[in-house]
């Protein structure tokens, strides 16, 4: 087999817990990671240089080792001693820099896929090592799950067993917001923090869609409407046209609804206009 093609999902957080800083400068989390059905499509093929080249349809797309698609075929190769070069062609339909962990999603759907086509029979469990080499959320994506749960520093991963289908309207404005500025605006709440994540979870398994909508949260909020205090009238205009709940997905600056159904998500969305070019209907994959 000399080129595979696989498909690269995003993530929405339906509640994001920040705990409190680790000895090794990152954040300590407890989230859920929702895997939603609007993708990327990545195609790997041999090369017979020793080049591993990228190519993918957005610009701001790093094309070098800052890519982490990049990074994980460079792990494998070397550990591997796999001979030959490599092209990554992403078609790129997951915002950038958006917290809907499109390059998490990418440097996974690598790991996952050079796993057979160069055939290294990796488990799972191998897998998840150097997906947590590569970065905090590209654990979720090697698991084949919709949901589950994360905790660290969102590395480690526990599959939910819940078969709940959630349908969402997502908006993505045309901002770029970093990581590193978000968490270092949030300010820790050190005393009478609730556990969102046990909230959540029991009205996941129920099915109870709008329990599940009052029950959405991101302890980032505030950070990100600091750095861009005029989307909270995205949320605004969310709930105001029907939706049981609003809520960012990571960093930001993703916003998104819980709908109950295809038509109510559908009418969601209508209530938009053409200023929003970045505007989804998703569901749970």
């Known amino acids: 087999m000399d080129q595979l093609t696989v498909s690269s999902p995003a993530k929405l957080n339906l509640v994001l817990d920040v705990l409190g800083k680790r000895s090794d400068g990152f954040h300590e989390l407890r989230t859920i990671f929702e895997r939603i059905d609007l993708t990327d499509q990545i ?19 790093p094309k070098g080792p800052g890519n982490l698609a990049v990074k994980a075929a460079m792990m494998l190769r070397e550990d591997f001693g796999v001979s030959g070069g490599l092209n990554i062609d992403i078609i790129k339909n997951i915002p950038v820099a958006a917290g809907l962990g499109g390059g998490s999603s990418n440097g996974a759907a690598v790991l996952s896929g050079l796993n057979r086509l160069w055939r290294l029979g990796l488990d799972t469990l191998d897998l998840v090592k150097y997906a947590a080499r590569l970065g905090s959320d590209v654990a979720f994506f090697v698991y084949d799950v919709p949901l589950a749960l994360g905790t660290g520093r969102g590395e480690l991963i526990k599959p939910l067993d819940c078969s709940t289908k959630l349908w969402h309207v997502l908006v993505t404005p045309r901002v770029k917001m970093l990581t590193k500025e ?28 709008k329990a599940c909508g009052r029950a959405l949260s991101n302890d980032l909020e505030g950070a990100i409407l600091s750095v861009r205090p005029d989307l909270i009238h995205i949320k605004k205009k969310l709930l105001d046209a029907g939706a049981a709940g609003v809520c960012f997905s990571g960093s930001g600056p993703s916003v998104f609804a819980l709908a109950d159904s295809r038509r109510h998500a559908d009418e969601v969305r209508a209530r938009f206009d053409r200023r929003y070019s970045r505007i989804f209907v998703v569901r749970t994959l």
């Open 182 to 209: 978000v968490f270092a605006r949030h300010k820790l709440r050190l005393t009478n923090k609730k556990d969102s994540v046990n909230i959540l979870v029991p009205f996941l398994k129920n099915g109870d869609w």
């Open 43 to 61: 195609t790997l093929s041999r090369l017979k240089t020793d080049k591993i080249s990228v190519r993918c349809s957005h610009p701001d797309v």
